[in-house]
């Protein structure tokens, strides 16, 4: 575990902001990040392809049910509600590794990767704000 310390280091609080605004993709890209800093490789592929894939599902499902139907879908909470615990699911897969590998002496990174603050705010426009609108 000593190899560990000498690395990038983990995302830890940035994962309660990806829970909440980012989705399943940001969300799943920076447990990928994590589980890649801890030496989980395949684990960490396959959590960033469930990611992306539950990510862009969830983004574009009003669009992909208005092709289908031919009516809007206006209670957007429930594609909200989905993503969230989704995100929550894909962080869990985590357990207590973070906190063990910080610790040790692990260092907390604290900058998001361009393409998780893009589609951060993608997710905002296209689910949270949607969500929220029909909430009010």
Do not use: D
Request: glycine residues 10%; charged residues 20%; contains cysteine.
């Amino acid at each position: 575990m000593e190899n560990i310390i000498e690395k990038k280091g983990v995302y830890q609080g940035s994962l309660i902001f990806a829970l909440l605004f980012g989705g399943p993709f940001v969300t799943g890209w920076l447990v990928s990040e994590n589980l890649k800093e801890l030496g989980e490789f395949k684990k960490a592929r396959k959590i960033k392809i469930i990611g992306i894939i539950s990510g862009l599902f969830f983004m574009f499902l009003p669009a992909i049910f208005f092709l289908l139907t031919k009516e809007a879908f206006h209670n957007s909470v429930y594609i909200g509600i989905l993503s969230l615990s989704f995100s929550y699911g894909l962080i869990s897969s985590l357990g207590t590794k973070v906190k063990e590998y910080l610790e040790k002496g692990g260092v907390k990174r604290k900058k998001w990767p361009v393409i998780c603050i893009i589609f951060a705010i993608l997710n905002i426009v296209l689910v949270v704000l949607p969500m929220v609108s029909n909430l009010i």
